[in-house]
């Protein structure tokens, strides 16, 4: 019989190990026209959008990802209420 072999060198989440490589398409957040609704980090399956922890002329305070670990789904950029982010070719 074969023998099971373990292909994960070396197992981890996606926080471990960067995963942006992978991406053909990247979000690029407009600050200005974010109204800081939150709905960008409920939907991204990596968890990587984040309050930036400042705010626009607006008043808002604007989100923005984390592209170490962004795989470019652009479910973000789908589901964002006022359409400020948008999905950019990766130059590699
Ligand atoms: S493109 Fe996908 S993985 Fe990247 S920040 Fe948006 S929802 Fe998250
Ligand atoms: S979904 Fe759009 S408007 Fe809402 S916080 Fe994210 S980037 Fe800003």
Redesign the pocket.
Known sequence: MAKKQDLSAEPGGTMKNKTGSW?T???VVDHEKCIGCGT?DK????G??YKVGKKNKAGHEYYD?DLD?????????EECPVKC?E?KFEEK
């Open positions: 991406r398409y990247y979000p960008c939907v991204c399956p990596e990587i959008c990802n670990y962004c795989k470019g789904c652009g479910l973000c950029a982010i999905m």
